[in-house]
């Protein structure tokens, strides 16, 4: 009934890859992160974000299609995720979210974004420090 997606309403793919690229050019600097991640290769887990935050936000379900069910608290259970760790995450996709422009991102999109970023940050945390 022309009900648009969150996906479609704030700029469908264009957005999605704008904001994991920033992402992942944050986490690239970060001195808490980067040595969490493949020392050779970023682009593998830019992909699986990108393709997961599609398909949270109602457009492609590529993810699901490769991946599975997401399960995402336990595919980080080999990672040592503490508030510090939690607050790095958090810091770059801030940056990330602030880099797309409210053309886009009107201020209602901005904030579920927001909100649902940092719900799902502290879900990850499995480590007390
Ligand atoms: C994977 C770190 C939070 C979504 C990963 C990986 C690391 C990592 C090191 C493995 C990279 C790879 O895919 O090869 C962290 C840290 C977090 C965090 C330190 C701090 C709280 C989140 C949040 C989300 C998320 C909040 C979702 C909103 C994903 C996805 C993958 C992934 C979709 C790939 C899973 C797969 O299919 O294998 N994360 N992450 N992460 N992360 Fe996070």
Known sequence: D??????DAVGGAQTFDDLTSRFYAEVARDE????????DDLEGAERRLRMF????????RTYSD??????????????????????????CMHTAI????PDR???????????????????MVNAPM
């Open 2 to 7: 022309g009900a648009q997606t969150f996906y």
């Open 32 to 39: 808490v992160l980067r040595p969490l991640y493949p020392e």
């Open 53 to 60: 935050l599609e398909q949270y936000w109602g457009g492609p």
């Open 66 to 91: 490769e991946r599975g069910h997401p399960r995402l608290r336990m595919r980080h259970n080999p990672f040592r995720i503490g508030p510090l760790e939690r607050d790095a995450w958090l810091r």
């Open 98 to 101: 602030a880099s797309i422009g």
């Open 105 to 123: 991102l009107d201020d209602e999109h901005r904030a579920a974004l927001v909100g649902y970023m940092e719900m799902a940050a502290q879900s």
